[in-house]
């Protein structure tokens, strides 16, 4: 297994390099008017030394193995546009950790609401908790997040007495943006558990289970729920990254200082540094998050296993 | 194998004889069944047809039959609005005749005089300029729609065939399983920034950005499902026979994934729509003099501070949601519908 994960990660390396190099060549096709905030003032020459400056009057190979030269020693690189000469991994130091405080609750909710949700749906199939939960899970999933976020905010935060923007100390301003980036998981986890269990639920060790005179609570939570929730184990280490690295719209909505907004600020002001580590470091996460989830679906469940050596057992 | 549980195995069976027990008496089950010469000539001929079926199907299905009516009024309402009598153009900026100043954010349901003189009721009332918000709305939605449809069917057409080529040909599969890596990974928000730089803004302009990284998604899941029944005995059988490729491409594989197809971009309909809110809000949307729900839900964000001006928020989004969850029950019970496995 360790030789089959060691061989992901390899290939995994070659994939970010990939992606780095595209995401280098597309923000090298941006317009050189955006790097100057007053460029229409300026004459040829200032221009021309200030791209000389960003080093971005070279040609693009250089450049590019330039920036690879820097990563590899470890040097991230500094920001000029967000905050000018400050080097990334300063700016991102202070945002990570909200970032992952946030989304680590958001999931920890996620799983508390959305797991029993799923189990108590598939036991009371076609009943009317199922009917209940289907329904929450269609407005969950047919509105726009961007819609019902804004109201979460607009009506939670009158009925809580806070207010409307986020703040670090006060707990209760944490209160929202978690229910809202939450809520979107449980709707997601609550579906699927639901759906898997009930396929399960047809299998031939189900039955066996029901004429051996099992209760139907034990039948539901010692065999189906762990059977249903291998393919769920899949999922959970890529969405908790996901949710770590923290949701564009909750974190502008609520001004949170977190990692989320950051990515779309620096591309739209063209801070070439900041996008690359930024998208390094999405990159990164999600890569490894796919295969945590391989690896986790294996530890879990025996049957599977990573092909290459059959009959090894 | 260990010892074998008798007792337990002992009541399985006696459950199995109950079970039979309550279906049939024990003289039923003695006795021969009887014989029926018609049934004997009856032959394997039916009428079904899967269209037919499915639509049959559907019909059964209250809610989205009520839904489903709801979305073809929507649509043909958002058409027919413009032409209704005392409508004033989603853009034209009304003027208060005896000051010369816009109508600024009047409350729904306030009648005023305009400038050509006659009396106008603004249903949803204005907005911060003076623009009709009914009219804003209706046109907003056409707008919307149109673009969710568009990028959904050309999603869908790219994601087939791609998803397809990726799933069906096994060479291809380590090529494109990278290359989905890779796009995958790449910020959505450079493209749309790149094609906003090189393109003029636009409905188009929109559509294009939205599908350039749209069609990943679809392609993913077609092709897991061609890997799932790529090896299937009818699939093994045709090739042994000699069926062209293409021909068990559309005759063996593509009929299988109706149903999910459908699902897939009855879900990408309300996906596009609320996108392109997401994306008016992070400011790469169309531009303002174009109505579209995202950009009048953008507005209307604006005045939520202040509880008297929020109907400018709440119009657009209640209808905003009508729309897609209309569109997402729909497209399940379609779904529903189109697996033969639920005709009977």
Same mark, same amino acid.
């Given at each position: 297994m360790l030789l089959y994960i060691g061989k992901r990660l390899l290939r995994a390396l070659v994939t970010l390099v990939i992606i780095m190099t595209i995401v280098f060549v597309l923000m090298r096709q941006m317009p050189i008017e955006g790097y100057f905030p007053n460029y229409d003032k300026m004459s040829r020459a200032q221009i021309e030394n200030g791209l000389h400056q960003m080093g971005l009057d070279q040609p693009m190979p250089v450049q590019l193995w330039r920036m690879f030269k820097g990563l590899v020693q470890g040097d991230l690189g500094t920001s000029r546009v967000y905050r000018n000469n400050v080097p990334v991994t300063k700016i991102l130091a202070p945002k990570i950790p909200i970032s992952i405080k946030l989304g680590s609750m958001a999931i920890l909710v996620s799983l508390i609401f959305g797991l029993p949700m799923g189990t108590l749906m598939a036991r009371y199939k076609g009943k009317f908790f199922d009917h209940l939960g289907t329904g929450f899970i269609v407005f969950i999933q047919a509105v726009p997040a961007a819609v019902y976020f804004l109201f979460i905010q607009l009506y939670g935060t009158e009925v809580l007495k806070i207010q409307l923007l986020f703040d670090v100390k006060n707990w209760k301003t944490w209160i929202l943006p978690v229910l809202s980036m939450s809520l979107g998981n449980i709707a997601y986890y609550a579906m699927w558990l639901r759906r898997y269990m009930v396929d399960e639920s047809s299998k031939d060790y189900v039955q066996l289970a029901k004429i051996k005179g099992l209760s139907q609570n034990k039948i539901m939570f010692r065999h189906i729920f762990r059977n249903a929730f291998v393919p769920m184990v899949q999922y959970l280490p890529t969405s908790f990254l996901n949710t770590v690295i923290g949701s564009i719209y909750i974190e502008s909505l609520y001004s949170i200082p977190g990692m989320g907004g950051l990515l779309v600020d620096v591309i739209k002001r063209q801070d070439n540094t900041m996008v690359q580590v930024i998208v390094l470091l999405f990159a990164t996460v999600g890569i490894i998050g796919l295969i945590l989830g391989d690896v986790a679906m294996v530890i879990l469940d025996p049957r599977i296993s990573f092909g290459s050596r059959k009959g090894g057992r | 194998m260990a010892k074998i549980k008798n007792p337990s195995i002992a009541a399985m069976e006696e459950e199995i004889y109950r079970k039979a027990d309550e279906q049939m008496s024990e003289q039923e089950l003695f006795t021969f069944a009887k014989f029926d010469e018609s049934e004997v000539e009856r032959t394997g001929y039916s009428n079904y047809s899967y269209w037919g079926s499915t639509f049959r199907a559907f019909a059964r299905n209250k809610t989205a039959m009520f839904l489903i009516s709801v979305v073809v009024l929507l649509v043909i309402f958002t058409f027919i609005q413009p032409m209704l009598p005392n409508q004033v153009s989603a853009f034209q900026v009304n003027n208060n005749p005896e000051t010369g100043l816009p109508y600024r954010n009047l409350l729904p349901g306030t009648e005023v005089r305009l400038m050509e003189g006659r009396s106008h009721t603004f249903i949803l009332g204005t907005n911060s300029i003076g623009q009709d918000l009914w009219s804003g709305i209706w046109a907003g939605t056409r707008t919307s729609l149109f673009i969710g449809v568009v990028v959904a069917c050309i999603e869908a057409i790219v994601g087939i065939l791609i998803g397809i080529l990726w799933g069906y040909v096994r060479k291809l599969d380590f090529f494109f399983t990278e290359l989905y890596n890779v796009l995958d990974n790449i910020p959505v928000t450079i493209v749309l920034i790149l094609v906003a730089y090189i393109l003029p803004a636009g409905i188009s302009t929109l559509i294009l950005a939205m599908s350039l990284t749209g069609w990943i998604g679809?392609?993913?899941?077609?092709?897991?499902?061609?890997?799932?029944?790529?090896?299937?005995?009818?699939?093994?059988?045709?090739?042994?026979?000699?069926?062209?490729?293409?021909?068990?491409?559309?005759?063996?594989?593509?009929?299988?994934?109706?149903?999910? +197809?459908?699902?897939?971009?009855? #879900? *990408? @309909?309300?996906?596009?729509?609320? $996108?392109? &809110?997401?994306?008016?809000?992070?400011?790469?949307?169309?531009?303002?003099?174009?109505?579209?729900?995202?950009?009048?839900?953008?507005?209307?964000?604006?005045?939520?501070?202040?509880?008297?001006?929020?109907?400018?928020? +709440?119009?657009?989004?209640?209808? #905003? *949601? @009508?729309?897609?969850?209309?569109? $997402?029950? &729909?497209?399940?019970?379609?779904?529903?519908?189109?697996?033969?496995?639920?005709?009977?």
């Open positions: - | 679809m392609a993913r899941f077609i092709r897991n499902f061609i890997l799932i029944i790529r090896d299937r005995e009818y699939n093994l059988a045709s090739r042994c026979l000699g069926t062209k490729t293409s021909k068990i491409i559309f005759k063996n594989l593509l009929p299988y994934l109706v149903s999910i +197809i459908m699902l897939r971009m009855a #879900l *990408s @309909i309300p996906a596009n729509i609320g $996108y392109e &809110v997401f994306i008016t809000y992070i400011g790469l949307g169309l531009p303002a003099t174009v109505a579209s729900l995202g950009n009048l839900i953008n507005v209307g964000r604006s005045m939520m501070l202040s509880p008297s001006l929020r109907y400018q928020l +709440i119009y657009p989004t209640v209808l #905003l *949601s @009508i729309v897609t969850i209309s569109f $997402y029950v &729909v497209g399940n019970a379609f779904s529903d519908a189109a697996d033969p496995k639920s005709h009977v």
